[in-house]
Every structure is written in structure tokens, then in C-alpha cells.
């Protein structure tokens, strides 16, 4: 049984610095046109920066092309997956069948995730992928730890599961909040994520607040809460999970720093020194986070331990 791999999202090149000294395997980096809910912007120059940087510390960079593409995207699309071969990225993020059949017409030799979001549920759909050409599944994060573990002992690809931070409730490709303030006669200029992260959508009935921004693809509507796993590794251990994800967006590079750090001395502890070093570890290891946690996310499990109700 080998060590999963801590996958992260950094906010920028030099942030990817600070994230290998804290432990990271691997980074999901990309730019909105392409990409989905990105920690960072990252032109196609910083991702070459990002990628001989994170190869000199012979670790991962994976580019993220899943966005939902309109015919108007698709040349961009095509020049923007051959400046990701040329720079030698180690995978492409997709979840839109375009980009799997643009890889095939280009001659893109680079690996390829397959992450639909909320529709990676079952082990079926993951091998069919697989077949075409996937290498990994990223599973959807409404699943139960029952129904990870049987899409894993199932599988023919990776597998990768999200343990850590803010989860995507609904995305909407129409720009809901500049329509709304339009429907106010209030003019809103929407620039990037990092101007709208401090909105919400209140919930006065369930006393909760859920953050939501406006980019190119749309408006995105997060959890109330952060999931936070760094106490319940162990069956995603024993079950061979290949990639463990920490989710930073909307979060400061500091937290996610830190945060990495205690994911990586949680998989140390249990692969280096053995499942009771990781059971002493656990507790402490959630008590510092909670000790950084913002005050407005509160954590939990996610769907690991309780039923997706729809």
C-alpha cells in the first residue's frame, strides 16, 4: 500500500513554493477560461513557470480544462491544450467531452483526469471513461465513504476524493448576481473571484451563509461549511485511494499552507510509523485546524457520513 498523493491548490507561482516546503504532491493550477473555481489565476506563462518550478521538486502539475465550452470557446480551447503540451504538463483536468475529443485530433499525448463534478458517482462511469482514455476519476464529493471505497475496489483508474475544503453546491452559466444588481438599477462590474469573495447568499431558516461569486463561467455557489477529513483517513487509506485533495479556494495562501502541512504529517504518520501513530496524530491535527478555521465556515464531513438527500 503506497502513500495517496496530497493534492493542492495554490493562488500563485510563488505560493507553489511555500506549498512544497509544506508537503504537496501535486497542484491543480489553470486559468477561469478554461478552468472551473480555481484558487489562482495562472496565465499560460506562470504555467510554465508553475511546471519547471514543481518538476525541479519532482512533484505534479495538473492543468484544469473543465469548464462547460460553447462553440465560441473551442478554437481557444485547441491552442490552449497545445501550449499545455509543449510546456509538458503532467494532466489535463476535463469533464466535458470536447476536450477529450480535441486531445485525440491534436495528438495531445498529456494524461487526462476526468472530473464531471456531481455526476462522477458511480464505478460504471469511471471505467468508461477509463477506456477512453482517463487515467483518473475525480468523484463526485456528495458521495458516501461506502460508495468511494466500492467505485475504488471497482475501478480500472485512479481514483481521487476531495477531504478538505469549501464544496460547489450549484453553478448557473448565467451571471446571476449582475443580473440581480441590474434588476436593481445598480451597476456591478464583475473582475475576478477574488473581489467577490466576501458574498452571500443568506439562508435566515437554516442560519447559514453560503459564498458565491460571478467569473466568465458564470455564478458558483459554495457549502456553508468546509469539509475537513484529517480525523477519518484511515478507511480512505485501507481502501487505496490514490489522491487525497485539499480544495483551497476562497481561502488565504496562508491557511492553505498550513493546512497542507497538517495533511501531510497525518499520510506520514500512518505510512511512515503505522496506523496507531496516525490514530495519536489525528486529534491534534484537528485541533489546529479548527484553531485557524474562519469563523464563518464551520467544518464537517461533507456526505462521508450521512446521506445525499436531493
Not at 519532482?58 to 503540451?85: G, S
Not at 501531510?264 to 505510512?271: M, P, S, W
Request: glycine share 6%.
Amino acid at each position: 500500500m503506497s502513500k495517496p498523493e496530497l493534492l493542492v491548490t495554490p493562488k500563485s507561482v510563488d505560493h507553489i513554493k511555500a506549498l512544497l516546503s509544506a508537503g504537496a504532491d501535486a497542484f491543480v493550477i489553470g486559468e477561469q477560461q478554461f478552468g472551473l473555481r480555481l484558487a489562482g489565476e495562472f496565465t499560460v506563462q506562470q504555467v510554465k513557470e508553475a511546471t519547471e518550478l514543481v518538476h525541479a521538486s519532482n512533484k505534479k502539475v495538473y492543468v484544469a480544462v473543465n469548464a462547460l465550452f460553447h462553440n465560441d470557446r473551442l478554437d481557444a480551447l485547441d491552442v490552449y491544450l497545445k501550449e499545455m503540451q509543449k510546456i509538458g504538463v503532467d494532466a489535463i483536468i476535463f469533464g466535458d467531452p470536447a476536450v477529450l475529443v480535441a486531445v485525440r485530433e491534436l495528438g495531445i499525448t498529456i494524461p487526462l483526469h476526468w472530473n464531471p463534478e456531481t455526476t462522477a458517482t458511480n464505478w460504471f462511469q469511471a471505467n468508461y471513461w477509463a477506456e477512453r482514455g482517463a487515467k483518473r476519476a475525480v468523484l463526485a464529493r456528495e458521495l458516501s465513504l461506502d460508495e468511494i471505497v466500492e467505485i475504488k475496489e471497482n475501478s480500472k483508474s485512479e481514483i481521487e476524493v476531495q477531504v478538505h475544503g469549501m464544496t460547489c453546491m450549484f453553478q448557473s452559466k448565467r451571471k446571476l448576481l449582475g443580473n440581480y444588481f441590474l434588476y436593481r438599477g445598480e451597476a456591478m462590474e464583475i473582475e475576478n473571484r477574488k473581489e467577490n469573495k466576501n458574498m452571500f447568499l443568506h439562508d435566515k431558516e437554516r442560519k447559514n451563509k453560503y459564498p458565491i461569486y460571478e467569473d466568465l463561467n458564470g455564478t458558483h455557489i459554495f457549502s456553508p461549511n468546509d469539509m475537513c477529513l484529517i480525523d477519518e483517513l484511515t478507511e480512505l487509506f485501507e481502501a487505496g485511494i490514490d489522491t487525497l485533495k485539499f480544495d483551497g479556494v476562497l481561502q488565504t495562501e496562508e491557511y492553505i499552507t498550513t493546512v497542507t502541512n497538517i495533511y501531510r504529517q497525518a499520510i506520514d504518520a500512518y505510512f511512515d510509523q503505522g496506523e496507531d501513530a496516525y490514530e495519536d496524530l489525528k486529534d491534534d491535527l484537528l485541533e489546529k485546524i479548527e484553531g485557524i478555521q474562519p469563523p464563518l465556515r464551520p467544518l464537517d464531513t461533507g456526505f462521508v457520513f450521512k446521506e445525499t438527500v436531493y
